[in-house]
């Protein structure tokens, strides 16, 4: 570790110590005591600078593990995440959910085209197969690291801005500033292995896994604007929603 790392235990409190010590990890991680992309001591050695058992220790690192703020690598050791992202799940775009929080987006723009609609994206869209379409396939970065790669098809008509345009600011916040109004959409997440190309993009392992995102964009008269399909790395990256009983 590049700093001293002193956890804050209470042995009198009936709270368990392995609890204890992770949530003082993530305060470190949060407060940049431990830094994105920092290595941990080995468990022996940093079980007795701590002050802690092994299985104690371990049993903590498994906790943060699991929220997704630590990760174990073969051949490396035990490292901090690359800045976590969690997102609420709302009609909101990535880069306006990074900018609010922070976590400062770039992006690097790979595709910007007509295209002819394939059989899926035309269903999404209320169009016919071949009718043309502007595909757009985007790199989102957040602190220099990689997080997602970004595809979207919409109707030619609604697309007035450039390739430098959406390097510069996110789709919805240049949809907007268009006129186009954007009321309500159909969203669908799930899991899957990332391809080749997507590992080598995202700087992940081979078959890394990779949460997905499905979502058709409706104006304020109905109308299907937007059809997107993202993945993101999972080990930092998150959706977050609010459940209410009724």
């Known amino acids: 570790m590049t700093r001293p790392l002193r956890l804050k235990l209470d042995r009198s ?7 204890q010590a992770a ?11 431990l830094d994105a992309g920092q290595r941990l001591n080995n468990e022996v050695d940093l079980a007795n600078q ?8 371990r049993r903590a690192i498994q906790e943060l593990v699991d929220k997704g703020l630590l990760v174990r690598k073969r051949g490396v050791g035990t490292q901090v995440v690359h800045g976590h992202v969690k997102r609420s799940v709302a009609l909101t775009s990535l880069y306006d959910d990074l900018s609010t929080s922070g976590a400062e987006p770039s992006t690097k723009v790979l595709l910007h085209e007509l295209t002819p609609a394939s ?9 016919t197969a071949g009718d043309e379409v502007v595909h757009l396939e985007r790199l989102r970065f957040t602190r220099g690291e990689p997080l997602a790669i970004l595809r979207n098809w919409l109707p030619p008509s609604l697309v007035t801005f450039t390739a430098d345009d959406l390097a510069d600011e996110g789709l919805y916040e240049l949809l907007r500033n268009s006129g186009v109004h954007m009321r309500i959409a159909r969203q669908r997440i799930g899991a899957r292995a990332a391809s080749t190309r997507e590992s ?6 081979r078959n890394a896994c990779l949460l997905t995102m499905e979502r058709v964009t409706y ?3 109905g109308r299907a604007i937007e059809f997107g399909t993202h993945v993101y790395r999972a080990e930092t990256y998150s959706f977050e929603t609010t459940l209410i009983n009724r």
Do not use: H, K
Not at 23 to 33: F, N
Not at 200 to 205: A, K, Q, S
């Open 23 to 33: 949530r003082e990890l993530e305060r470190a991680i949060e407060t940049g005591v």
């Open 119 to 127: 059989a899926p994206v035309a269903e999404a869209l209320a169009m």
């Open 219 to 221: 104006n304020d008269t």
């Open 13 to 19: 409190s009936p709270t368990p110590l392995y609890f």
């Open 200 to 205: 080598r993009l995202l700087n992940e392992r």
């Open 50 to 57: 701590l002050g802690l058992s092994r299985p104690t220790l």
